[in-house]
């Protein structure tokens, strides 16, 4: 069976309690995680050596705050107040963890679902999209990944253009993949407003929404937007259900046409604003 699971945020245990409901065998199943897998919940640690004792029967993604964890871990940025990176951080295997995370992806197409962590820009395709991802998961495995991480942050350029080359392709493409919810008709991206669809600034729209979305009809699963809630369209599947802020962790069972959401409540680690 294949599986896509949302934001687990940390949350281990909700993880465990999610694999035992699906009955889950990794001799039989496969599991793709859909990003943030670590922060705000109390086991970011066990969170990451779970995931990696899965070894092939798992497949993660970065999220935003995968990403901030690996720029904490190189003395790039801070930990926020809210972080629960300490565990991994002083951990003494923090070197193995952070090489394994920085050979995760950013996107990847499986089973005939495009996976990212948060939206596609209305005007990629799908080789687009797993073009650019490439070119930055290449960056993050290579040996100027310190230089990239203190380049990674910035909200510019908001809109893509096929021209951008360097660090400007780069940075696009990591806000797209792990931080978009809102964007214009024409591409520009809002990094602002992290309430639910129906709280669109002015002439925006939720990605996925955009008239003439080049990925229109290639299925696409994403995470990272705990305030849409649970999503589930013929060829989109949101599936951040909030499970660090007291919701749900979610998997969707897909094969073929048959799907099957596939939920377990979780304790409140964070207070939304808190």
């Avoid at 999220?63 to 690996?70: E, K, P, T, W």
């Avoid at 565990?87 to 996107?107: E, G, K, S």
């Avoid at 780069?170 to 809102?182: C, D, E, I, K, Q």
């Avoid at 989109?236 to 909030?242: A, I, K, P, S, Y």
Wanted: hydrophobic share 40%.
């Amino acid at each position: 069976m294949n599986y896509l699971i949302g934001d687990i945020q940390g949350c281990c245990g909700a993880l465990e309690r999610l694999l035992q409901a699906l009955d889950f065998s990794p001799s039989r199943d496969r599991l793709w995680l859909l990003g943030d897998l670590v922060n705000r919940g109390p086991e970011s640690l066990r969170t990451l050596r779970r995931l990696i004792d899965l070894g092939d029967a798992a497949t993660s993604l970065l999220g935003n705050h995968d990403l901030h964890l690996l720029a904490a871990a190189h003395g790039v940025r801070r930990p926020h107040a809210g972080d629960t990176l300490d565990d991994i951080l002083q951990a003494p295997d923090c070197a193995a963890l952070m090489d394994w995370l920085r050979h995760q992806h950013l996107a990847t197409f499986d089973n005939g679902w495009l996976m990212v962590h948060a939206g596609v820009p209305p005007q990629w395709s799908l080789d687009d999209t797993l073009t650019c991802a490439q070119e930055v998961e290449a960056v993050l495995r290579g040996p100027d990944l310190a230089d990239f991480l203190h380049a990674m942050y910035g909200n510019e350029p908001a809109r893509w253009d096929a021209g951008l080359t360097g660090t400007d392709r780069l940075r696009f493409t990591v806000n797209a993949l792990t931080r978009l919810r809102f964007c214009t008709p024409d591409g520009t991206l809002d990094f602002k407003t992290k309430d639910g669809a129906g709280a669109a600034p002015a002439g925006h729209l939720p990605w996925f929404d955009v008239p003439g979305r080049r990925t229109a009809d290639t299925p696409v699963a994403f995470g990272h937007w705990s305030t849409l809630g649970l999503l589930n369209r013929p060829h989109l599947l949101g599936l951040d259900t909030g499970c660090v802020w007291g919701g749900c962790l979610t998997a969707a069972r897909v094969d073929g046409s048959t799907r099957e959401i596939i939920q377990v409540p979780c304790a409140q680690a964070q207070r939304p604003g808190g």
